[in-house]
């Protein structure tokens, strides 16, 4: 699988359109991701993309892209500078040692937490454009299966299918991963895999361009990843978009490999210096 490595070149990113951002909080930038108010800071501090003047992304540019993402928690940078970018039928797998960032990245791609720095673009527009439009174009599988115990499986799936705009068949997606049978019992007698094949299922039971996957496979016996994996292929075959996060070789053809902690700075304290003791209030980056 090829790698994507940092501020080189890549198939995934011309550099032509920006240059390299170097994470500064002493600096306070203004820009399309927001303000963030951190404990140690009196008053927000506000992040912009530095680009390159006159050398914008064609709004005609199509799929997903990141754009020198910075990522902070409990004070620590956890990345910076990382670009992505991912045109319809690819699939970009990120991978990394423990506490790189991955889960945190996927939450930020997901639009569930705010980047420090750097842009989100969906179709060649900011995501903040029009959030609502780029919520209903994403489905998103974190850690949690987001699944209602006292709900059967075939209402999990109808529950979260009415929530969307385009739906497909509630019974088609049980019967792809299994579970056909076990449509009308509730959910919380369920296994640990198969309470992920149903979050799993979701996919399948409404439609949406872009997945975004924390570890997909966890949990899960062969025969079930190998669905999975017919999923994604069936998906990326419609023109569709895949990031998936993974400790173990997912084996998607022709996907493309990000390794988040090569985006990790060599010195990780938000300010430079690490005061003994200080200790990290939050949870550990994944």
């Given at each position: 699988m090829p790698?994507l490595h940092?501020?080189?070149?890549?198939?995934?990113?011309?550099?032509?359109?920006?240059?390299?951002?170097t994470?500064?909080?002493?600096r306070?930038y203004i820009?399309?991701?927001?303000s963030?108010?951190?404990p140690?800071v009196?008053k927000?501090?506000?992040?912009?993309?530095?680009?390159v003047?006159?050398?914008?992304?064609?709004a005609?540019m199509d799929?997903?892209?990141?754009?020198?993402?910075?990522?902070?928690?409990?004070e620590?940078i956890v990345?910076?500078?990382?670009?992505?970018?991912?045109?319809p039928?690819?699939a970009?797998?990120l991978?990394g040692?423990n506490?790189s960032?991955?889960?945190?990245l996927?939450?930020?791609?997901?639009g569930?937490?705010?980047?420090?720095?750097?842009?989100l673009l969906?179709q060649g527009r900011p995501v903040?454009?029009?959030?609502e439009?780029f919520?209903?174009?994403?489905h998103y599988l974190?850690?949690?299966?987001a699944?209602?115990?006292?709900?059967?499986?075939?209402?999990?799936l109808?529950?979260h299918a009415?929530?969307?705009?385009?739906?497909?068949?509630?019974?088609?997606?049980?019967d792809?991963?299994?579970?056909?049978?076990?449509?009308?019992?509730?959910?919380?007698?369920?296994?640990a895999?198969?309470?992920r094949r149903?979050?799993?299922?979701r996919?399948?039971a409404s439609s949406?361009?872009?997945?975004?996957?924390?570890?997909?496979?966890i949990a899960?016996?062969?025969a079930?990843?190998?669905a999975?994996m017919?999923?994604?292929?069936a998906?990326?075959?419609?023109?569709?978009i895949?990031i998936?996060s993974?400790?173990?070789?997912?084996?998607?053809?022709g996907a493309v490999?990000?390794d988040?902690?090569?985006f990790s700075?060599?010195?990780g304290?938000?300010?430079?210096?690490?005061e003994?003791?200080?200790?990290s209030?939050?949870?550990?980056p994944?």
């Amino acid at each position: 699988m090829p790698q994507l490595h940092p501020r080189g070149p890549t198939v995934l990113v011309s550099s032509d359109f920006f240059q390299p951002y170097t994470f500064s909080p002493e600096r306070h930038y203004i820009g399309n991701a927001g303000s963030l108010l951190w404990p140690s800071v009196e008053k927000p501090l506000a992040f912009s993309l530095h680009r390159v003047p006159g050398r914008d992304i064609p709004a005609t540019m199509d799929g997903f892209r990141g754009q020198d993402l910075a990522c902070i928690r409990s004070e620590r940078i956890v990345f910076e500078g990382l670009d992505f970018a991912v045109a319809p039928g690819a699939a970009l797998v990120l991978t990394g040692a423990n506490g790189s960032g991955k889960t945190s990245l996927l939450r930020i791609m997901a639009g569930i937490a705010r980047p420090a720095a750097g842009a989100l673009l969906w179709q060649g527009r900011p995501v903040g454009d029009d959030p609502e439009a780029f919520f209903g174009d994403i489905h998103y599988l974190g850690h949690r299966d987001a699944i209602k115990a006292a709900l059967t499986l075939r209402e999990n799936l109808a529950f979260h299918a009415a929530l969307r705009t385009t739906t497909g068949s509630v019974d088609a997606a049980l019967d792809r991963f299994g579970l056909a049978a076990l449509a009308d019992m509730p959910a919380r007698l369920l296994s640990a895999g198969q309470t992920r094949r149903l979050a799993l299922a979701r996919l399948l039971a409404s439609s949406a361009p872009l997945w975004l996957l924390d570890e997909p496979t966890i949990a899960l016996d062969r025969a079930s990843v190998e669905a999975v994996m017919d999923a994604i292929i069936a998906h990326r075959a419609s023109g569709g978009i895949v990031i998936a996060s993974t400790n173990v070789p997912l084996g998607m053809d022709g996907a493309v490999a990000l390794d988040v902690s090569a985006f990790s700075p060599v010195q990780g304290a938000l300010w430079g210096v690490e005061e003994s003791g200080s200790g990290s209030a939050g949870s550990e980056p994944r």
